[in-house]
């Protein structure tokens, strides 16, 4: 039953991302490595590095490099503080801005369980200095994310250490200050995503899967709806 629950939940919230507002849809794939190194009971390291671009990787690329300190308030509860870049690694249209990103972020993850179901929330802020050829901004963004390992096979006693599993995930993300330099909204975008994975080991992860990300524009541009293809590598050591 509680998976059906969590089924039930993640496919509102696909449903959400997916609304009419939408106006324009687009292609990408995104290739990810999401690393975390525990060095103590209490302290650690964490780090991603995305490659996202367009239907093919040679158009519309940008890398995204964030790396961060993990400190463990208990096996359940983590908070976090890093530094994010964001760089264009292709050439855009003549009319397209090249936006260069350095970020500072924090953020707050608890985990639990629901059945055989690992849940995870997360909490993140992050500042924004934003580059562009014609200007310099700075923001502040919320982001909110939950996400759902589910096992396929195991029973709800078990702990999950190998085989396949399916992922569910959701984002939304919030404009907290000078959103007039952004889209001019408070909401800014959702991401809703569905994997199916293989665990080889309690430290290591892959996963293929389809991300549905909705881009709320200014008045200005047409709202965005991007069908994401994208695998993932995640690393625990």
């Not at 696909?14 to 103590?40: I, P, R």
Request: aromatic share 16%; charged share 15%.
């Amino acid at each position: 039953m509680s998976t059906k629950f969590i089924c039930l939940i993640f496919s509102f919230l696909l449903l959400f991302s997916g609304s009419s507002y939408a106006q324009d849809h687009t292609f990408g794939s995104w290739a990810g490595w999401f690393n975390n190194v525990k060095f103590s009971a209490k302290w650690g390291l964490n780090n991603d590095i995305q490659f996202r671009a367009g239907t093919n990787w040679g158009e519309n690329s940008m890398l995204l490099i964030r790396p961060g300190i993990n400190y463990y308030i208990s096996t359940k509860q983590t908070v976090a503080a890093g530094y994010a870049a964001t760089l264009v690694t292709s050439e855009l249209p003549a009319a397209g801005k090249r936006l260069t990103e350095h970020r500072l972020w924090q953020q707050y993850i608890i985990t639990g369980k629901l059945g055989h179901t690992v849940l995870q929330h997360r909490f993140r802020l992050e500042q924004r200095f934003l580059k562009r050829p014609d200007e310099t901004a700075f923001a502040q963004r919320a982001r909110y994310f939950i996400r759902g390992i589910m096992p396929i096979g195991a029973s709800s006693g078990d702990t999950f250490t190998q085989g396949m599993f399916i992922a569910l995930q959701n984002e939304l993300f919030f404009n907290i200050q000078n959103k007039a330099a952004l889209n001019g909204h408070f909401f800014d975008q959702n991401r809703a995503y569905a994997a199916i994975g293989h665990r080889f080991s309690p430290r290591y992860d892959l996963e293929i899967g389809y991300m549905n990300q909705f881009l709320l524009r200014n008045e200005a541009i047409p709202n965005m709806f991007t069908h994401i293809a994208q695998i993932a590598f995640y690393t625990r050591w």
